[in-house]
């Protein structure tokens, strides 16, 4: 692997790290309703040949700020909808009418809100070092190339400071991240 390889294997790991973190973050429940919460659920249903995602058996909406109600394109899905959401691990119990199936966001205790950013905290601090392995593994691939025809030392201490330069700025981003949910999780 010559050193633009490891560039491009580097950056594009990194940005697949902050993805990653970024749906977790999504998922992540606060005391404000939110769509994005349900975007992992998968509803079994025989009629559809299996498990499938939610979105495509029902319109997935925000009434309100703190409530979410999920309109099943075939009523005839809703009990196997409503099964789904419990099974899941939003930790909102969804109430069903006949006709929607409503999820109510209660507010979030205060211990409850540092809880979930102490969550947050852990996972962001696994997603950094996750970066940092990345960086690891590509400044040896750039030290491998060390020696071999045509790779000077200054493109060797190049390509070194943009590995650098890339985790700098995936961690800025990881951070963003962290900081924008942590915000929104702690506001009553």
Do not use: W
């Not at 998922?27 to 349900?38: F, P």
């Not at 790779?151 to 400071?161: A, H, N, Q, R, W």
């Not at 915000?183 to 009553?188: L, P, R, S």
């Amino acid at each position: 692997m010559d050193i633009d390889e490891a560039l491009m294997d580097c950056e594009d790991r990194m940005i697949k790290t902050v993805v990653d973190y970024d749906g977790f973050v999504k998922s992540v429940r606060t005391g404000q309703a939110t769509t994005e919460i349900l975007d992992k659920v998968s509803v079994d249903i025989p009629a559809y040949g299996g498990v499938v995602p939610l979105k495509s058996v029902a319109v997935v909406a925000k009434q309100d700020a703190t409530l979410v109600v999920v309109k099943p394109f075939d009523i005839k899905t809703i009990k196997d909808i409503e099964k789904a959401l419990s099974a899941s691990d939003i930790g909102i119990t969804p109430t069903n009418d006949g006709k929607v199936i409503r999820i109510a966001f209660p507010p979030m205790s205060e211990e409850r809100r540092k809880q979930t950013v102490k969550i947050l905290k852990d996972r962001l601090e696994q997603h950094k070092v996750a970066l940092r392995n990345i960086r690891k593994e590509s400044l040896k691939h750039i030290e491998d190339s060390e020696g071999k025809a045509g790779i000077s030392e200054d493109m060797l201490e190049k390509g070194k400071e943009e590995i650098q330069s890339l985790t700098k700025q995936h961690e800025d981003q990881l951070d963003k991240h962290f900081d924008n949910k942590s915000v929104e999780v702690m506001k009553v």
